[in-house]
């Protein structure tokens, strides 16, 4: 069974910073991208960026509001993608999805969620 | 950026009926890399048409989605209870990937 699992979400201060992981299980993580998806609550959806999987370099993409503050990365041998936020702002304040497709299929986590407040 | 506008805002419909969601995009979307997700409140997503008019797995044939260009359209042939939620469309042609502001289809 596929499954994604997100964690390390919480309280933090503006200016601060905090690291998001998404264990994967279930399928190759190696070849496959991952991406960032996040909502404020009550609103809608916000691509947040991506990383690809080694055959593309590792490369990642990320929306303006978020870069030059936010780093994807991974470790294929943890099974594991992560996603480091710096400099935090009160309007990063969301759920965080991490979310893979297969196929035809997609997969997301059950979100993690960060606050960002003083 | 491609910015993509649904609608209506909110569908006001009972079990049964049919609804047709709308989904613009300020410019054509490459290759109609356009997708449509629906959200239960609490939940996350789950992709139910890719590349405009492709069903994802799993998903039922009741959905349809048709389109190109910068129009594009989901269609529930017969709204089930489950069917009541929140639909996002899309666009992945191009980077950065971004959604529109939803559809809320709510129980009349």
């Known amino acids: 069974e596929v499954q994604l699992v997100e964690f390390g979400g919480g309280l933090v201060q503006p200016g601060g910073s905090l690291k998001l992981s998404c264990a994967a299980s279930g399928f190759t993580f190696s070849g496959s991208n991952f991406h960032w998806v996040r909502q404020a609550s009550g609103k809608g959806l916000e691509w947040v960026g991506r990383i690809r999987s080694k055959a593309f370099s590792y490369a990642t993409e990320y929306a303006a509001s978020v870069k030059g503050r936010f780093t994807f990365s991974r470790d294929d041998s943890k099974n594991t993608a992560y996603l480091q936020m710096n400099s935090l702002k009160t309007e990063d304040t969301a759920v965080y999805y991490c979310t893979t497709t297969l196929g035809a299929s997609d997969y997301w986590g059950q979100g993690t969620l960060v606050t960002v407040s003083s | ?108």
Do not use: M
């Open chain 2, 1 to 108: 950026e491609i910015v993509l506008t649904q609608s209506p805002g909110t569908l006001s419909l009972s079990p049964g009926e049919r609804a047709t969601l709308s989904c613009r995009a300020s410019q054509s979307v490459t290759n109609g890399y356009l997708a449509w997700y629906h959200q239960i409140p609490g939940q996350a997503p789950r992709l139910l048409i890719y590349g405009a008019s492709s069903r994802a797995t799993g998903i039922p044939d009741r959905f349809s989605g048709t389109g190109s260009g910068t129009d594009f359209t989901l269609t529930i042939s017969r709204l089930e209870p489950e069917d009541f939620a929140v639909y996002y469309c899309q666009q992945y042609g191009s980077s950065p990937r971004t959604f529109g502001q939803g559809t809320r289809v709510e129980v009349k």
